[in-house]
T-cell receptor, first 114, second 112 residues
Framework: DAGVTQSPTHLIKTRGQQVTLRCSPK?????VSWYQQALGQGPQFIFQ???????QRGNFPDRFSGHQFPNYSSELNVNALLLGDSALYLC?????????????FGPGTRLLVL | GQNIDQPTEMTATEGAIVQINCTYQ??????LFWYQQHAGEAPTFLSY????GLEEKGRFSSFLSRSKGYSYLLLKELQMKDSASYLC?????????????FGAGTTVTVRA
């Protein structure tokens, strides 16, 4: 039973570029949440997707957008990258769509913006 | 939103016990989670408390007091592999609030 998977594992971009990160949820999970974790900090909620729609959003600018596909996998897109976007981006999945279940995290994508 | 506070660092000796405290302020409460995160890796789920009291899982236990906005994670019989960051996270009770709000994490260093 595969857990949450994310790709790529590492990424280096320059300011102003765009990036797309991918996540496949754990088998049986239909809800995907994205978090940004800066060095030495706890994860910060970006948004959550359920039934291919953004269900809730954290305090992130519109440069951060996402998508969920019919197979429940998800993408996080960040436009016009800033140096401050350098962080570990974590995807978490949970079952049943109620949002009240435990979230399980993937290994993350480490993004470095130069 | 939530204010979640936990100590930045703790050090303990192999075989000892360490208690990591977490205090939170929230307009509602719908569960508290503890995650373990080794350096450079993803957080892994340790425990979930929604009612007052102690939940025990092997060497790890978690306690919750909703009236005090307080939780702790107790790590017993510490092993070197327990050196990691421990994250406290809270979920709000308000409708349509599905996110987890995390503290900054407590880095635990286990010494021989």
């Amino acid at each position: 039973d595969a857990g949450v998977t994310q790709s790529p594992t590492h990424l280096i971009k320059t300011r102003g570029q765009q990036v797309t990160l991918r996540c496949s949820p754990k088998s049986g999970h239909d809800t995907v949440s994205w978090y940004q974790q800066a060095l030495g900090q706890g994860p910060q909620f970006i948004f959550q997707y359920y039934e291919e729609e953004e269900r809730q959003r954290g305090n992130f600018p519109d440069r951060f957008s996402g998508h969920q596909f019919p197979n429940y996998s998800s993408e996080l897109n960040v436009n016009a990258l800033l140096l401050g976007d350098s962080a570990l981006y974590l995807c978490a999945s949970s079952p049943a769509g109620r949002g009240s279940e435990t979230q399980y995290f993937g290994p993350g994508t480490r993004l470095l913006v130069l | 939103g939530q204010n979640i506070d936990q100590p930045t660092e703790m050090t303990a000796t192999e075989g000892a016990i360490v208690q990591i405290n977490c205090t939170y302020q929230t307009s509602g409460f719908n569960g508290l989670f503890w995650y373990q995160q080794h350096a450079g890796e993803a957080p892994t789920f340790l425990s979930y408390n929604v009612l007052d009291g102690l939940e025990e899982k092997g060497r790890f236990s978690s306690f919750l007091s909703r009236s005090k906005g307080y939780s702790y994670l107790l790590l017993k019989e510490l092993q070197m592999k327990d050196s990691a960051s421990y994250l406290c996270a809270v979920r709000d009770l308000r409708s349509n609030d599905y996110k987890l709000s995390f503290g900054a994490g407590t880095t635990v260093t286990v010494r021989a």
